[in-house]
């Protein structure tokens, strides 16, 4: 009987260790990216290397930066999975009639892949962050 309550509890132990194991792996990509204040300093970053980027950074300079970052705070908040709401225009209608060609979004990505590089996001979540945000492409580029 013994060996039976032994056995029992080992693997009451083991399903209690999958269960923890597996919760801690369903945060979400929100709560993994550092929540708000960790996005907001990547945004601050991204922006800041588009700024920099003489390959695209015509395309911001009439831009209300400040509003620029907000939404686009919103915008990763939504997609990772936090409490926030995009309000602004669809990629389409936001991007209409700029003529972005692949070359100049891919360099927006490197742009964004250097900021979360910066701060040291894992490979696992700026990989599931920029599977987020690819579907995007097809409403950006127009060339």
Same mark, same amino acid.
């Given at each position: @009987? &013994?060996s039976i309550?032994?056995?029992?509890l080992l693997?009451?132990a083991? =399903?209690?260790? =999958?269960t923890?194991?597996a919760?801690a *792996? *369903?945060?979400?990509?929100?709560? &993994? ?8 300093a990547?945004?601050d &970053?991204f922006?800041?290397n588009?700024?920099?980027?003489? &390959?695209i ?6 831009s209300?930066i ?6 686009? =705070?919103?915008? =990763?908040?939504?997609a990772?999975?936090?409490p926030c709401t995009?309000?602004?225009k669809?990629m389409k209608a936001?991007?209409?009639?700029l003529?972005i060609?692949?070359a100049?979004?891919n ?12 701060f040291?996001?894992?490979? *696992?979540?700026?990989?599931e962050?920029?599977?987020?945000l690819?579907? @995007? ?7």
């Open positions: @009987m &013994r309550a032994k056995e029992f693997a009451a083991v =399903v209690i260790g =999958v923890l194991a919760g *792996q *369903q945060k979400s990509l929100y709560e &993994r990216l550092g929540g708000q204040p960790a996005i907001t990547v945004v &970053r922006v800041a588009l700024a920099a980027d003489k &390959r950074n015509t395309f911001f300079a009439n209300d400040p509003a620029f970052k907000s939404k686009l =705070v919103d915008q =990763v908040c939504q990772s999975g936090g995009y309000t602004g669809d936001a991007h209409q009639g003529g060609t692949e100049d979004f360099a927006l990505v490197e742009d964004l892949t250097a900021a979360l590089d910066h040291k996001v894992p490979k *696992q979540e700026k990989d962050l920029l599977g987020l690819a579907p @995007m492409k097809s409403d950006i580029v127009e060339g």
